[in-house]
């Protein structure tokens, strides 16, 4: 990842994420942030060097970065590193989507996902054993957003939290960004728990909203029909910082499936230091040793965060939605992104324990519709694109 078109999108997609919860990605104003301007110049150089016309402003840009995706040529992004239909602003939501979180993150910095690690990793050091560790990671995956009456335990059969977590991990969250609200009301999606928004900004005309084609959750692909909490009094509402809600909230339901498939099997799990969701595992006849757990939507970039840190230089297990890990497209991508494909087994939760064993293959399953066949590196007569 190193060409100058990569550095030069993944620049923009660490201002977009900067900005995206500050304003709405229309409203900024001269003069912009420094960063956002280096940016800005850097695309309008590019776009007159090669014969385009260039953005007028930041709000220009920013509406490219809503419709056209990430195959356009004025991004120049290998069709193999990110699916081509991808965009860096969402259409609906108007706010970074996950792919330009995840671009923002692949750089050698670590970028947001480096600044979660960061962040637990002081967390951990401020409460001093594994277990006040334990709980207060618990309470930040299980609540991205923090209501007034949750923390007091306004409303009936409630319980109040623990003061002596909240005081643990209080700092880590922030005042509700306006770019998240409709009229001062907030929308919470009932799968991923974490802000949502109607088209347009609308305020729903009834007690709940709806997931579906017309919504938008910082999840992105949470199933259609789901109802939506609405929160209409945001005073005090706070919200975790947004590369915890991401790399941390996001995927905890994950985790917790798989954790719960380890102990059921009485395969020991200890948590590895300075990562998000990796775990040491013990036990007896695994052919796999560590195990990493991940809801990412671009493969690629995925596989290169495990070339970068060296984590598949020993047979590892990543484990993702299983959606994804049946997905051939998905699988592709992934495996012809690594380093050494035959080192990492890449798996949903279904039959996790039996392959983490080595007992099971997924030659039996279908995948999708190009019925892509194995583990390890084996190939799909589709790519990425």
Same mark, same amino acid.
């Not at 480096?114 to 050091?125: I, K, M, Q, S, Y």
């Given at each position: 990842?190193?060409?100058?078109?990569?550095?030069?999108?993944?620049?923009?997609? %660490? !201002?977009?994420?900067?900005?995206?919860?500050?304003?709405?990605?229309?409203?900024?104003?001269?003069?912009? /942030? #420094?960063?956002?301007?280096?940016? @800005?110049?850097?695309?309008?150089?590019?776009?007159? &060097?090669?014969?385009?016309?260039?953005?007028? &402003?930041? $709000?220009?840009?920013?509406?490219?970065?809503?419709?056209?995706?990430?195959?356009?040529?004025?991004?120049?992004?290998?069709?193999?590193?990110?699916?081509?239909?991808?965009?860096?602003?969402? +259409?609906?939501?108007?706010?970074?989507?996950?792919?330009?979180?995840?671009?923002?993150?692949?750089?050698?910095?670590?970028?947001?996902?480096?600044?979660?690690?960061?962040?637990?990793?002081?967390?951990?050091?401020?409460?001093?054993?594994?277990?006040?560790?334990?709980?207060?990671?618990?309470?930040?995956?299980? %609540?991205? !957003?923090?209501?007034?009456?949750?923390?007091?335990?306004?409303? +009936?059969?409630?319980? #109040?939290? #623990?003061?002596?977590?909240?005081?643990?991990?209080?700092?880590?969250?922030? $005042?509700?960004?306006?770019?998240?609200?409709?009229?001062?009301?907030?929308?919470?999606? &009932?799968?991923?728990?974490?802000?949502?928004?109607?088209?347009?900004?609308?305020? $729903?005309?009834?007690?709940?909203?709806?997931?579906?084609?017309?919504?938008?959750?910082?999840?992105?692909?949470?199933?259609?029909?789901?109802?939506?909490?609405?929160?209409?009094?945001?005073?005090? !509402?706070?919200? @975790?910082?947004?590369?915890?809600? %991401?790399?941390?909230?996001?995927?905890?339901?994950?985790?917790?499936?798989?954790?719960?498939?380890?102990?059921?099997?009485?395969?020991?799990?200890?948590?590895?230091?300075?990562?998000?969701?990796?775990?040491?595992?013990? =036990?007896?006849?695994?052919?796999?040793?560590?195990?990493?757990?991940?809801?990412?939507?671009?493969?690629?970039?995925?596989?290169?965060?495990?070339?970068?840190?060296?984590?598949?230089?020993?047979?590892?297990?990543?484990?993702?939605?299983?959606?994804?890990?049946?997905?051939?497209?998905?699988?592709?991508?992934?495996?012809?992104?690594? /380093?050494? +494909?035959?080192?990492?087994?890449?798996?949903? +939760?279904?039959?996790?324990?039996?392959?983490?064993?080595?007992?099971?293959?997924?030659?039996?399953?279908?995948?999708?519709?190009?019925?892509?066949?194995?583990? =390890?590196?084996?190939?799909?007569?589709? &790519? $990425?694109?």
């Amino acid at each position: 990842m190193t060409s100058e078109g990569i550095i030069r999108v993944r620049e923009l997609a %660490n !201002v977009l994420v900067e900005l995206g919860e500050e304003a709405g990605l229309r409203s900024f104003l001269l003069p912009y /942030p #420094s960063a956002a301007q280096r940016a @800005l110049d850097r695309m309008v150089l590019h776009c007159l &060097g090669h014969g385009q016309v260039p953005p007028k &402003g930041l $709000p220009e840009l920013f509406e490219w970065c809503r419709h056209r995706s990430v195959s356009d040529r004025t991004f120049e992004i290998p069709p193999a590193l990110i699916f081509p239909e991808a965009t860096l602003v969402h +259409p609906v939501g108007l706010l970074p989507t996950r792919t330009c979180l995840e671009l923002a993150s692949a750089g050698t910095d670590g970028g947001p996902e480096e600044a979660a690690r960061d962040l637990l990793t002081e967390l951990a050091g401020r409460c001093g054993s594994e277990e006040r560790f334990h709980r207060s990671r618990q309470f930040l995956a299980l %609540n991205p !957003v923090v209501c007034q009456g949750d923390r007091f335990a306004r409303g +009936p059969g409630k319980r #109040s939290w #623990s003061k002596e977590i909240w005081s643990r991990v209080k700092d880590l969250y922030r $005042p509700l960004p306006k770019a998240l609200t409709a009229e001062g009301t907030l929308l919470r999606c &009932g799968t991923c728990r974490l802000p949502a928004l109607l088209s347009g900004r609308r305020v $729903p005309d009834r007690r709940t909203a709806v997931s579906g084609p017309e919504t938008w959750c910082e999840g992105e692909t949470c199933p259609s029909g789901i109802p939506m909490d609405l929160i209409r009094t945001t005073d005090g !509402v706070q919200l @975790l910082v947004k590369p915890l809600r %991401n790399f941390l909230s996001l995927p905890f339901r994950l985790e917790q499936a798989v954790l719960a498939d380890l102990d059921r099997a009485a395969i020991g799990h200890q948590a590895l230091p300075g990562e998000l969701s990796a775990y040491q595992l013990q =036990g007896i006849g695994l052919s796999f040793r560590r195990l990493h757990i991940h809801d990412r939507v671009q493969p690629a970039l995925l596989a290169d965060r495990f070339g970068r840190f060296g984590d598949a230089t020993s047979p590892v297990a990543v484990v993702v939605p299983e959606e994804l890990a049946r997905s051939a497209r998905y699988r592709a991508a992934f495996f012809q992104a690594l /380093p050494d +494909p035959d080192q990492v087994l890449l798996t949903g +939760p279904v039959d996790l324990v039996a392959r983490l064993r080595g007992e099971h293959a997924l030659s039996e399953c279908a995948l999708d519709e190009t019925g892509m066949r194995g583990e =390890g590196g084996a190939q799909s007569d589709t &790519g $990425p694109a």
